[in-house]
């Protein structure tokens, strides 16, 4: 697992790692260096992602002089947490759903639209069941099913697998929440996947800048092999020998902490239906956090909670719904904010979001 970089000369030459299985710490010299350890969906209790994926590439890179981009555009999509949690739920179903808080004439139109894209969208006159959806609260909404004699092929397929994999039919019935998923924001970096640092690149959904606010339909494999290709290259290219250590150096202290009461906060306050207040609410939780961290010395517990505050920052700084940003207290797009915000540091080492100048 990635802990930090190793910088020699104003220029990164190698990374410290922590070795899961022996418990130390390791540094690996390198010529050049490329991130590429996944987003931020496991800042989240309510992820569809692995729960070690915590951006903490954002923050080493941060911490090194890099700057992220667009990392308020979290995708969202519904999961089950009825009959199981953590288990996508297949959209395309939402056509023969009726689903808890999505009434009135217009319903079936905006489900049969829902079905139609994974991830929520608040461009989209559809965001209607997702807000439904996030306003059931952790209990989830209840989804029952219309369906036909024949069902498409590929929900046939979802239904079967469900079944066999727990024992029962989704069309008994479901409950649903959001789930955090993939992350439309990154580190930012140029076509070759520079950072601007001298000797660091980034690649995949490390990095940000590609999709923009929404990405409702795929092309995250395709960024990931063409810009993963390109900063491979480009690292490879500029990569020179250095200097630096490479051996164990001990073990690093509370290297897996328990960051359930983060994951919590995040879910509440950072999935739908941000809002000025409860983003504040969110600051100060990782303000005690950080106190608490600073006593217990966890590198790992203080990369999560820089990420989690970069994020924070950013949806605070975007007062208007856009794409996969949605502000409750900001619910329609503000053409005046039609542009990107980049995250850096301030000299304090907190993170702070601007519109890059043109």
């Not at 983060?262 to 983003?279: K, P, Q």
């Not at 609410?281 to 217990?296: T, V």
């Not at 999560?304 to 940003?325: C, D, K, P, Y």
Request: aromatic content about 6%.
């Amino acid at each position: 697992e990635l802990i930090d970089l190793v910088e020699k000369d104003g220029r990164v030459c190698g990374a410290a790692l922590h070795d899961v299985r022996s418990g130390t710490a390791r540094l690996m010299a390198a010529g050049a260096v490329v991130l590429a350890t996944g987003g931020f969906g496991g800042l989240f209790s309510r992820t569809l992602t692995m729960p070690d994926v915590m951006g903490t590439s954002a923050a080493v890179a941060l911490r090194h002089g890099a700057r992220l981009v667009n990392v308020e555009f979290i995708q969202i999509m519904p999961g089950l947490v009825e009959p199981v949690g953590g288990v996508v739920f297949n959209e395309r179903t939402f056509r023969y759903a009726r689903v808890e808080g999505v009434d009135g004439p217009e319903a079936g139109a905006l489900l049969d639209e829902r079905g139609g894209h994974g991830p929520f969208s608040s461009s989209l006159p559809d965001r209607a069941v997702d807000l439904a959806v996030s306003a059931a609260g952790p209990r989830g909404a209840a989804v029952t099913y219309d369906l036909p004699e024949r069902l498409p092929e590929f929900m046939q397929t979802y239904f079967d697998w469900f079944e066999g994999a727990f024992g029962r039919s989704p069309a008994e019935g479901v409950r649903i929440a959001p789930y955090a998923h993939a992350s439309n924001g990154g580190i930012l970096v140029d076509e070759l996947g520079s950072t601007g640092v001298p000797g660091l690149f980034a690649c995949g959904e490390a990095t940000g800048g590609m999709h923009g606010a929404d990405r409702i339909g795929g092309l995250s494999s395709a960024n990931a092999l063409v810009f993963g290709h390109a900063a491979g290259r480009a690292a490879a290219d500029c990569a020179a020998s250095v200097a630096a250590p490479n051996g164990a150096t001990g073990r690093p202290p509370h290297a897996s902490p328990d960051l359930g009461d983060l994951r919590r906060a995040m879910d509440r306050f950072c999935l739908i239906g941000r809002t000025d207040e409860g983003l504040r609410q969110m600051g100060r939780i990782l303000d005690e956090l950080d106190e608490k961290n600073a006593q217990a010395g966890s590198v790992h517990a203080a990369n999560a909670i820089l990420s989690a505050r970069a994020l924070v920052t950013a949806m605070l700084a975007r007062t208007e719904s856009r794409g996969a940003h949605f502000r409750a207290d900001f619910p329609q797009e503000d053409p005046a904010q039609a542009r990107p915000l980049v995250v850096s540091l301030d000299e304090g080492g907190r993170p702070v979001a601007a519109t890059p100048s043109a």
